[in-house]
């Protein structure tokens, strides 16, 4: 209210006049410096600059000492999930400690997002009083900060200069340039999120071009966990392979040494990752150890305790590879507040495809390999075991026309020698039909029983306990095939049996080859070549090999080595 001038002398209307000229040119010198401010906020398009902008020029419009920006999270427990200050000294932040969650007069802003102007800080019903070493603050002023209809957050201002009070002028100023503000952050984000994208698709671009290329030494599914964490910012960042809830297993880990014994032990089966695969739909929660729903894998040795998380499909329209999950510790839930999870959904879609094309590449080298073998196999069998066969039946019958014992002994030598080079060239054969690694073991055990079936004249039975597929590393897997082949081969060629039983079972860390027979057992005197190679081989991954054998009770061996290299003692 201004003074009525009637009835006043001129000292008293003298004054009345400077102070209106005095209000007007302040008032113009306010709005030209918001004005200024508005031209400032918009020329910075990284959001993290345009917040504190936004603080700063606050604080300068209305002479308040401190200014604060709440930014909303959306939760219960902590509306706030930043808070960007101006006028606190480093120093006094860490005396301060943790900063303001939105509970108290902060906390009445949210639920009622209008200004609120307050003489007294302290004198509030709502006010939680400050913690030690808070600098003392009176006046109050807080103003919501909104895009489009949203509150995004609130400004807060206190102490204004002078120790009066904040006016209705500076309400009004302030309530402009949270209008403004609320433009220019739509504007900051969105360009964040286009830079987001860049960044995805450069990823993606990535992915592509590191599994087209012939490098075998890149692990296909690390490199995509390793760059979903990298472009996401997320903490740690895991993938889960397998096509059904009760086949999942955690396979590749990144941002932290974990065991895969231990990764390999969950039980995936009622999880998140089992929940993704089922739905193909991506999920987002905001405390792993709070969700029913999820298996939070922060009691792992390493790991660190997670907060929130996204788990997207690792799979497109023709199957599912998997799931692709990224996770953030709570000190860091603001970048996972920043991440649309659209992006990350889309990246694993293109990253599957890619992994499929890169499979099928694999695989078309894998069947030239093959092809190659099986020629190799031929003309060993065809031309080279023909040839020495018939090398030998010379010297048998050459050793008949001499009637030199000592000659004779020798011809004999010379068979037995020719005919154990014949059994190793056929042990080579059997060699040749396992893959150096097989990205289906299953299928690779189930091809040789097949393969055996045509030389014992009948087909072993076989059975699988666990899970084989998942669980056997690419380092286990060749010797295990190569074991098999062997044990095939001395069954087909020594026990004439009439059944032959193949066991291949995981338990825990273990995988045990147990292959038996009911034929005529082994001789008293035989030689330990292939058993001596199937025991170097258990003993060469820690783990054992035993045989067991009764004349005319058939023999029976088992071979069980650690599932993969790291789980050996």
């Known amino acids: 209210m201004t003074t009525p001038l009637s009835g006043a002398d001129f000292d008293e209307l003298l004054r009345e006049v400077l102070a209106r000229v005095e209000g007007v040119l302040d008032e113009q010198a306010r709005l030209r410096l918001l004005l200024d401010a508005v031209v400032t906020m918009a020329a910075d398009l990284t959001l993290d600059g345009v917040l504190a902008r936004i603080v700063s020029i606050a604080s300068a419009l209305v002479d308040a000492r401190y200014a604060a920006l709440g930014i909303l999270s959306g939760g219960v427990e902590r509306p706030l999930r930043t808070f960007i200050h101006h006028g606190v000294t480093p120093g006094q932040v860490a005396e301060i400690g943790e900063l303001p969650a939105g509970h108290g007069l902060l906390g009445l802003i949210i639920e009622r997002p209008e200004p609120l102007r307050l003489h007294d800080i302290a004198a509030h019903p709502e006010s939680f009083g400050f913690p030690p070493h808070h600098p003392p603050m009176s006046s109050f002023l807080g103003v919501p900060v909104r895009i489009r209809d949203q509150v995004f957050g609130n400004l807060y201002l206190t102490e204004k200069s002078g120790g009066i009070d904040f006016t209705e002028q500076d309400e009004n100023v302030v309530v402009a340039l949270a209008a403004a503000a609320g433009v220019v952050i739509e504007n900051a984000r969105l360009y964040e999120r286009a830079a987001q994208r860049e960044h995805w698709l450069a990823a993606t671009a990535e992915i592509t071009r590191l599994l087209a290329s012939a490098n075998l030494e890149v692990d296909p599914l690390q490199t995509v966990a390793d760059l979903a964490r990298e472009v996401s910012g997320a903490d740690v960042s895991w993938i889960v392979v397998g096509a059904g809830s009760d086949e999942l297993v955690l396979r590749v880990v990144s941002g932290l040494e974990a065991d895969p014994v231990a990764m390999r032990s969950l039980a995936l089966e009622e999880s998140l990752a089992s929940s993704v695969v089922r739905t193909g739909e991506a999920v987002s929660v905001d405390d792993l150890a709070a969700d029913t729903r999820a298996l939070d894998p922060s009691g792992l040795l390493g790991w660190p305790r997670l907060g929130p998380a996204i788990v997207v499909p690792l799979g497109s329209a023709t199957g599912s590879e998997g799931v692709l999950a990224l996770a953030w510790t709570h000190q860091h839930r603001d970048r996972f507040h920043d991440v649309d999870s659209s992006l990350p959904a889309s990246f694993a879609e293109q990253a599957a495809l890619a992994l499929q094309v890169a499979r099928a590449r694999r695989d078309q080298q894998r069947l030239a390999v093959l092809q190659d073998r099986d020629r190799i196999g031929r003309d060993l069998h065809d031309l080279v075991i023909q040839r020495l066969f018939a090398v030998g039946l010379g010297l048998q019958s050459t050793s008949r ?59 072993p039975s076989l059975r699988f306990e666990g899970p084989v597929r ?5 380092d286990v897997a060749p010797d295990l095939l190569a074991v098999l082949a062997e044990a095939l081969s ?80």
């Open 490 to 569: 001395n069954a087909s060629r020594h026990a004439a049996a009439s059944a032959v039983d193949v066991v291949v079972a995981v338990t825990g860390a273990e995988v045990a080859l147990t292959v038996g027979d009911n034929g005529r057992g082994l001789p008293e005197e035989w030689r330990e070549s292939g058993v001596a190679n199937m025991r170097s081989r258990a003993e060469g991954h820690g783990g054992t090999f035993l045989l067991r054998s009764e004349p005319g009770g058939g023999t029976r061996l088992r071979w069980a080595v650690p599932t993969s290299a790291s789980a050996a003692p």
């Open 401 to 459: 026309l001499t009637d030199r014992p000592e000659v004779a002994d020798r011809l004999d030598q010379a068979v037995d020698d020719l005919d154990a080079t014949i059994k190793d060239i056929r042990r080579s054969i059997f060699g040749l039909g396992a893959l150096e690694s097989s990205a289906d073991l299953q299928a690779e055990v189930t091809r040789l029983v097949e393969r055996a079936a045509a030389t014992l004249k009948f087909r």
């Open 470 to 474: 998942t669980m056997v590393g690419e």
